[in-house]
Each structure stands twice: as structure tokens, then as C-alpha cells.
């Protein structure tokens, strides 16, 4: 016990005010990168311990590559510990992290270019030095070029700046770099990591290492050349083992793969896991140095054993293999404290002991049970409240308390990761059919909805008109097809419009684009949306944005993954009604009413490349020197 504690009267209006154990209680993808919950390190700290003892080793110069599985059952922690990894790299510095789940493993017949997508957006986080790792990147190769010792925040203020004013700085440093990286086939992929230093400039250089087509005129601005979409997967592999070669040169690479179970597959018949266990294998031999962690439930470790080439996977992805273990009663009573102390923390309170209100005695016989750490924090929300206060809980009572966890969770969430989503045609398509799922049978916009459908295409179609809704409007059937295009390049634009006019071939009344930039003029595409849009067609163009999208997405991902959150698909039904998220929902209505015939209002220019900011004069001034000195050296 603790004799200088603050007042019982203070602790139970705290306590009677916040249950700090009611929250989702599920780690995704965007905890790994921003941790939410508090971390115990002696929980399966073997496991942990062992993936660090593997980086040291790759950095004493002992090994080049290790390949580390963890084994668990479902819930005992698997994202936790990885979570728990990537905090104590970016204390620590020295190395790049890269984490691959559920939501990056997409269409697995594009693994590599769907691995490409999730190396350019993890090199997005913060490195140790408070700045992107792709920035940390480029300022690592100009310092090696120009033999300096700059710091990735000098260079990105004095990048932001002067490239307005001299534009072939970047071509000028990308000449320098090539000089020193000989082995590099594409010289363009130097040129985008060095845009990374430009603050105008990242979003789109980053949007082109992750494969994606810029806007001509911005891939012109940027000397960048947009790719082709004949080849993208073969492409993407080859740009990854060039990046993956230049991380090599300067910091350890930790790869994290989770979430493998699923079942999906591929056109050869491999499951997720299985396609993965492929991927790390041909990553094994294309890493300098780094460190190959897969997470997995033990039933899927067995499944990957059933690969023809079993032996050769499993040897690389398993030279060590960590099973992680159940809570133990000093286990369960170390989480609950640490839990606890952020709390009262929090408050600027002490408590008489680390578990109070709960009973350490009856925590210890939890431990007894074998329980998941889920499971021990679910027990405490349920458990919180004032001593000597017998008022059922909320949480034990409101069946769909959990749902709106979850929802609020992703909703948090979207708020840090929209981006990744927003030029990201078929998840966003995927949200608004899940949304559009749920208002079956109602009428809304006078359009009575009977069906929702995916659009079934012959290979030369796929992938540009999404899904189709069946229904009756004042008497009349009416079929709309929905077609979701958030490309830039005016060649697939052009493809998807010419698609969504051709209402005999894809048996619709009525085209509806949904997009959140404009069409490039002179174009076939405009030239197919002027014809959408006429009194002939009487298709409509529905404006994309953000705030109007997230919610779908949000519970989307949150049905995705329900079998996580532990919620059934009828819970989720139940919320999206009660709460009206698709009813009500601008996309799904306006998708519905009687087109307009008019181009939105608000679209973002997809024909021009982004004006740069101006610099601060203070941070000018300040910076003259060193700008002057680093232009110096790479004309002489």
C-alpha cells in the first residue's frame, strides 16, 4: 500500500469519469506506426529480445539477413510486439522499418507491386530523426555524394525553398549520386528520393516510388517518366530490389509481414500466407542487411509447410522461430499497472497501490486461466468502476458498445492514413459498395434499391466500372453503374470513361463517375465525359472527398477485420442502421438523386503541377550560408 496516495474522493470522481480500458483494444495497422497502448517489455520479451539480437548481429557484420517467424494463437500478441520492435528502432536509430498487414496484401496475383505500395508508404513514417525515412534516405545519399554531414530537417527547409528558383538542383544532385551508385538501373528512382527533400514536392514524389502515374505536366515538372500499366508487376519488383539495394548501403532494414491469414488466393492456387512465404523467400536474397519477421497463428506455419518448395522457404523465413506464451499472474498484474499508471498520470494522481480499484489476489487468479492480453484488459472495462458500486457496466450491457469502438478506432485512424487510401481506386470502391450493401431494400433519392452487384468484365475490362445498382425509380428499372477513378494518368481515365458510356455492353441506364479531380481537357476522356454527362446519357459526376468517404471506410475495415475485433457481421449491420452511416451517408445519396448533368465544383486540378509555397524570409536568411556551400560543391 501506498501511505501518501491522493484522496479516495479524488480517485473515484476519476475513476467515475473515464474507464481508460474502454477503447478498441485491437492493434491495427496505425498503432504499429503511432503506438496507443501502453507496452509491457517483459511480456514475451524472448521474442522481442531475439529480433534485436538478430540486428546486432547483422550489424557486428556476423550475417547479412535473418529470417525470424513468430508463432501464436490468435491475440497473444503478436502486433503488439512488433509494435513494441518498431518503437525501440526509432528510439534507437540506425535502421528502417516496413510493416505489411491486412489492409497491403490487396490482389495477390500483384504482390510486388502491392509490396511496393507498402515500402513507399512505410519509408513515409518518421525515422529517428524526426523526418520521413524516405527523407532520412536522400539526405544520407547527397550527404555521401557531396562528402558532408547535413541533417535531414536543414536540407528539407532549404529544399523547400530554393528548388522554385532553381529547378535542376535535383538534377544536378541525382548526377552527383549516379557517379557513387553504378549498380543503379533506373536513374530516375534517385531523382523521386531526392523530391522527398522538397515539402511541395514529396506527396507526388512518393506517389511515384510507390508505382503510381502522376499528372503528365507534374511527372514533366519533376523529370519524372510515368510508367506503363502493361508490366506493373514486373516493374515493381525490379524497383524494389533497387530501393532495398540503397537502404542497404546506409541503415538495417526490418521488414514486418502480419496479419497472413486469410483466404484468398492467387490464380495459382496459393493462399495469402503461402504468397507471402514466396515474397519473403525472394526478398531473403535481395536485402543487404536486414532482418524478415512474419507474424502467424501456428495452423498457418503448418500451411506454408504444404508450398512445393517448403524446404527452401521455410529455412530462410524460419532460421528462428519464437512462440509466444500466455499470461502469467505477475504478467497479468504488470499490464493492468502499467495500464493504471498512464491513467492516473494522466490525472496527477497517486493511487494507494498500482491496481487499484481492482484487487491484485483476483488478478493473480486470472493469470491462472491462461488468458490473452485482450481478454485481461476486457475483464478490467467490464470490472471498472467505484469501489462499493454495484451499477451494471455500460460495456456489459450495450450489445454494439464493442462496434462503436471499433468504428471510432478506424474513424481515429483515417484521420493519419487517409492519404494512403484516398488514390487508391478499388478500397475505395470497396467501401462505397459495403455502404450501398446496407441500404438494400430501402428507397432513398425516390430510388428504390433492390440489388447491389460487382460488374462482371472480361479481362480487357477489369478494373475500371466497379459495381452495379439494381432498383426501381418512379416505376422505372434502373441499373447504375458506378465506376470509382482516382488515377491521374490521362490513359486510364480516358479507358474507364470510355467504358462507363458503353451502357448497352455493361447493361446500365445510367453511368455515375466518382471521382475528386477533373479530367484533363483535350482529351478522350473528356471528350467520353461530356457524352456522361449529356441529356442523351444522363450520367452524373459525384465529387469525392474525404470527409464523405471516411466513414464508409472506417466501417469497412472494421467488417474486414471483425473476426479481430471479435464482432459478428450482423453487430455491424445493426450499428451502420442505427447510426445511419450509409442512410445518411452525401456519397450514397448523391450516387442515387437525379443527375445534374454539370461538372462538380471544388475538383482538384489533375493537369497542373502543385505551385510551390513561399520560403520564410527568417529561414532564407538563416540557411543563405549553407544552401550557397552545398550549391558550390555540385556545380565545381
Not at 529547378?167 to 557517379?179: F, I, N, Q, S
Not at 482529351?523 to 450520367?539: H, N
Amino acid at each position: 500500500m501506498n501511505d501518501f496516495h491522493s484522496s479516495i474522493a479524488y480517485l473515484s470522481k476519476a475513476i467515475a469519469s473515464q474507464n481508460p480500458f474502454d477503447r478498441s483494444l485491437i492493434v491495427r495497422s496505425n498503432d504499429i506506426w503511432k503506438p496507443s497502448f501502453p507496452d509491457v517489455p517483459s511480456i514475451n520479451a524472448h521474442a522481442s529480445d531475439g529480433v534485436f539480437q538478430a540486428i546486432e548481429q547483422i550489424r557486428a557484420g556476423y550475417r547479412t539477413v535473418s529470417g525470424i517467424t513468430i508463432r501464436a494463437e490468435k491475440g497473444l500478441g503478436k502486433s503488439h510486439l512488433i509494435s513494441r520492435i518498431r518503437r525501440r528502432l526509432l528510439d534507437e536509430g540506425g535502421s528502417f522499418f516496413v510493416y505489411m498487414s491486412d489492409v497491403d496484401y490487396g490482389n495477390l496475383n500483384r504482390v510486388n507491386a502491392n509490396f511496393l505500395n507498402t515500402l513507399s508508404s512505410s519509408l513515409k513514417q518518421m525515422g529517428n530523426e524526426g523526418v520521413m525515412q524516405w527523407q532520412e534516405l536522400a539526405t544520407a545519399l547527397i550527404n555521401e555524394a557531396l562528402g558532408e554531414t547535413y541533417i535531414p530537417q536543414q536540407l528539407v527547409k532549404q529544399f523547400s525553398g530554393e528548388l522554385a528558383e532553381k529547378p535542376k538542383l535535383v538534377d544536378a544532385l541525382t548526377a552527383k549520386v549516379l557517379r557513387l551508385k553504378p549498380n543503379i538501373e533506373n536513374p530516375y528512382l534517385i531523382q523521386a528520393i531526392l523530391w522527398t527533400l522538397s515539402l511541395d514536392k514529396v506527396s507526388f514524389a512518393t506517389n511515384w516510388l510507390s508505382g503510381r502515374a502522376l499528372a503528365q505536366a507534374q511527372a514533366d515538372a519533376m523529370g519524372l517518366p510515368n510508367s506503363t500499366e502493361e508490366d506493373k508487376e514486373g516493374e515493381a519488383l525490379q524497383t524494389v530490389c533497387q530501393i532495398l539495394d540503397l537502404i542497404g548501403d546506409y541503415r538495417t532494414l526490418v521488414i514486418g509481414f502480419d496479419e497472413l491469414e486469410s483466404v484468398d488466393r492467387n490464380e495459382a492456387g496459393f493462399n495469402r500466407a503461402q504468397v507471402v512465404a514466396l515474397l519473403v523467400k525472394d526478398l531473403y536474397g535481395k536485402i543487404k542487411r536486414g532482418v524478415l519477421m512474419t507474424a502467424m497463428f501456428d495452423e498457418t506455419w503448418f500451411n506454408i509447410r504444404a508450398l512445393p518448395q517448403a524446404e527452401s522457404v521455410t529455412a530462410r523465413m524460419g532460421e528462428k522461430i519464437f512462440d509466444l506464451k500466455y499470461l502469467n499472474a505477475d504478467d497479468v498484474v504488470t499490464l493492468v499497472s502499467q495500464w493504471l499508471q498512464e491513467f492516473y498520470d494522466s490525472k496527477d494522481l497517486i493511487p494507494p497501490d498500482s491496481v487499484y480499484p481492482f484487487d491484485e489476489g483476483e488478478l493473480r487468479e486470472l493469470g491462472k486461466e491462461k488468458l490473452i492480453v485482450r481478454k485481461v484488459l476486457e475483464e478490467c472495462a467490464k470490472n471498472w468502476k467505484v469501489p462499493g458500486d454495484n451499477t451494471p457496466s455500460p460495456i456489459a450491457t450495450d450489445p454494439l458498445h464493442q462496434v462503436e469502438l471499433a468504428f471510432n478506432n478506424e474513424l481515429n485512424a483515417l484521420e493519419e492514413t487517409i492519404e494512403k487510401y484516398f488514390e487508391d481506386s478499388t478500397i475505395l470502391a470497396e467501401a462505397l459498395y459495403f455502404g450501398f450493401l446496407a441500404v438494400k431494400g430501402e428507397t432513398l433519392e425516390r430510388v428504390q434499391v433492390e440489388e447491389i452487384e460487382k460488374v462482371q468484365t472480361k479481362a480487357a475490362d477489369k478494373g475500371y466500372l466497379h459495381f452495379r445498382i439494381r432498383g426501381k425509380e418512379n416505376g422505372k428499372s434502373v441499373k447504375i453503374v458506378v465506376a470509382v477513378v482516382q488515377e491521374s494518368g490521362a490513359k486510364f481515365v480516358s479507358a474507364a470513361l470510355k467504358r462507363l458510356i458503353d451502357y448497352q455492353k455493361f447493361d446500365m441506364t445510367r453511368g455515375c463517375l466518382v471521382r475528386s479531380k477533373d479530367v484533363k481537357p483535350n482529351t478522350v476522356g473528356k471528350q467520353c465525359l461530356d457524352k456522361l454527362l449529356s441529356q442523351e446519357l444522363g450520367g452524373e459526376f459525384v465529387k469525392l472527398a474525404s470527409e464523405d468517404i471516411k466513414p464508409l471506410l472506417a466501417i469497412y475495415l472494421v467488417n474486414k477485420a471483425h473476426t479481430d475485433y471479435e464482432l459478428t457481421e450482423d453487430q455491424i449491420q445493426q450499428f451502420i442502421v442505427q447510426k445511419k452511416l450509409a442512410t445518411e451517408n452525401y456519397l450514397i445519396c448523391e450516387i442515387l438523386s437525379d443527375p445534374s448533368g454539370q461538372i462538380p465544383d471544388g475538383l482538384v486540378p489533375d493537369n497542373k503541377p502543385q505551385i510551390p509555397s513561399q520560403p520564410n524570409p527568417t529561414e532564407i536568411n538563416n540557411l543563405n550560408e549553407a544552401l550557397d556551400k552545398l550549391l558550390g560543391q555540385i556545380s565545381g
